[in-house]
């Protein structure tokens, strides 16, 4: 802009002038090139935009409607843990924007973190993004932007049968025979460790019993499995 010192300030101090652009509402698809002016001058003052043309390139808007698929990143979940299908609320979002980059889009991803040690249901608020074949993001506009994502935790468990014995002895004029109103308890592990137990070992030390006795005995955890399901029987 061009003019004396007080002009210029005023023109400053209020930001009254605008760049101007014809109706682009007027102009068809394709690359046009179009004249900037500046409006919105006081007398005396001159404005230029320099360059005083651009080119533009207009599209025709689409607008289609897809799923969201959710990647859930899992984070360091106990053993006996693993999280369940995903949920995601609206299943559906509307894509908008340019045709070319409309017709790009190959998914609209949903992506949530579970945090470590999580035990229950983990629900979050995550951004839709739309992305093409190479899971770039598109600027795209995605309504709604942010979704519900509901990941059910659940657990590995297995019932298993007591298998009782004894260990040391008095003497050879006793003998044993251990029995627990306790058939079978439930362990919570990895299944990869679930699947190769068959039993539960109970071992009984006899070296101090002389007559019928009663015992609660806290049961011992295989390698690799978090909990067991009575802690300890009689």
Do not use: C, W
Not at 125 to 146: N, R, Y
Not at 162 to 178: E, H, I, K, M, P
């Amino acid at each position: 802009i061009e003019g004396s010192s007080s002009s210029l300030l005023t023109v400053v101090g209020n930001g009254s002038y605008r760049v101007k652009t014809p109706n682009l509402n007027e102009l068809g698809s394709g690359k046009h090139t179009i004249l900037l002016q500046v409006t919105g001058l006081p007398p005396g003052v001159k404005g230029t935009v320099s360059p005083e043309t651009v080119e533009i390139v207009i599209e025709k808007k689409a607008t289609i409607e897809l799923p969201v698929s959710v990647n859930v990143n899992r984070g360091s979940l106990p053993g006996a843990y693993k999280n369940g299908q995903a949920m995601v609320n609206p299943a559906r979002v509307t894509i908008s924007g340019p045709e070319s980059l409309v017709n790009q889009v190959e998914n609209v991803l949903a992506t949530v973190t579970v945090p470590e040690s999580t035990k229950a249901d983990f629900t979050a608020s995550v951004v839709a993004q739309a992305i093409d074949a190479t899971g770039k993001p598109l600027a795209v506009k995605v309504e709604p932007d942010h979704v519900q994502v509901r990941i059910p935790i659940t657990t590995n468990s297995k019932k298993l049968p007591l298998v009782l014995t004894t260990t040391g002895s008095v003497g050879a004029q006793y003998t044993y025979q251990l029995k627990s109103d306790i058939k079978e308890v439930t362990i919570l592990g990895a299944q990869e460790i679930l699947d190769r137990l068959t039993a539960i070992p109970v071992v009984i030390d006899v070296s101090q019993i002389t007559k019928t006795t009663t015992q609660v005995v806290k049961l011992t955890l295989p390698t690799g499995v978090d909990s067991v399901n009575p802690e300890n029987i009689s």
